[in-house]
């Protein structure tokens, strides 16, 4: 079936779609003079840049970041299972471990918020520290879970902790696999 059109129907059709590319060009320029990123693909564009170059300089940061205490890494990254932060369990890995964990994070938590709602990580204890040398440090650390309605287990981790440099970093982690969740970390 073909449809046939006058002069006059086509140039009506012209003039209609015209005026709507004005419009939704106006719109775009002037949402981009306001940076109004809801109505505006510049603005929307510029702040997604903006995050990523935000992004990128607080990653190449934290490389050059470190703790002074071996435990301290320890207690960071166990405070980032509680506080549901994959960025604060990254920041005290060791090179090698933060290019796999962020791989990783790209497909299990690409916002890197950890955890789940309930239960979650109430508590944490290092039970147990091994050195088996000056610049190596095992800490065994048990993680009490909670609901609202009470406590919920315990699940477990080992982490290894090596001087590098200055700074004291996580090499390995050892975790229960129900705990997960909370890391997004596979082994």
Avoid: H
């Amino acid at each position: 079936m073909r449809i046939i059109l006058s002069n006059r129907a086509k140039k009506f059709c012209w003039v209609l779609f015209s005026i709507f590319m004005l419009i939704l060009i106006l719109i775009n320029v002037i949402g981009g003079l306001f940076n109004c990123k809801y109505i505006s693909v510049i603005a929307a564009v510029g702040e997604v840049n903006t995050y990523e170059v935000r992004s990128q300089l607080l990653m190449d940061a934290i490389k050059n970041l470190g703790v002074c205490k071996p435990q301290e890494a320890a207690d960071i990254w166990a405070s980032g299972l509680k506080l549901k932060s994959a960025a604060i369990q990254y920041s005290v890995m060791g090179e090698k471990l933060k290019d796999e964990y962020a791989s990783q994070l790209d497909e299990s938590a690409q916002n890197w918020a950890t955890g789940i709602s309930s239960p979650w990580v109430d508590s944490y204890e290092i039970v147990n520290t091994k050195i088996p040398a000056n610049d190596k440090y095992i800490f065994e650390i048990s993680f009490s879970l909670a609901t609202s309605a009470g406590p919920s287990g315990d699940y477990n981790a080992v982490l290894t902790v090596e001087k590098k440099g200055d700074y004291w970093y996580i090499t390995k982690i050892e975790a229960d696999e129900d705990l997960y969740p909370y890391t997004r970390f596979k082994v």
